[in-house]
């Protein structure tokens, strides 16, 4: 089955699901991709410094309103509450920072981005 965009292209549902993550269809703009991981997946090492950072707002880290689908009794027990978090990347820093934008302004910021980091070359 295809679905039309606002953009009157045709998309299979199999690619637009992975597309929904990210492209919003009613404003047109890219937002931060995101997980679910299981509290109890994540290393207990790593939650602290990844609670730091998401307070500090460079990474999306917050617990989900939705219990695991594997908990026993359905209620999100502490094991078993899920973490919604973004992928640790250039774009997704942009677009929390920056709110969701289309993919040209977006692309436009991050060229700005490389460009004003640029090494420069040794001698």
Known sequence: MYILTLNNL???NSIL???RSRLNLAT???EPSVTLLKRSDVP???LMPMEILGRLGLILWRDAS???PDSRL???DAPDRMIECNNLTLINLVLLRLG???ESH???VLLMIQVSYKVSPSK
């Open 44 to 46: 207990k090492w790593l």
């Open 100 to 102: 969701p934008m289309h």
């Open 66 to 68: 939705v219990p695991h």
């Open 106 to 108: 977006l692309t436009t």
């Open 10 to 12: 045709l998309i299979p």
């Open 17 to 19: 699901n992975v597309i």
């Open 28 to 30: 047109n703009k890219l």
């Open 74 to 76: 359905g209620r999100g």
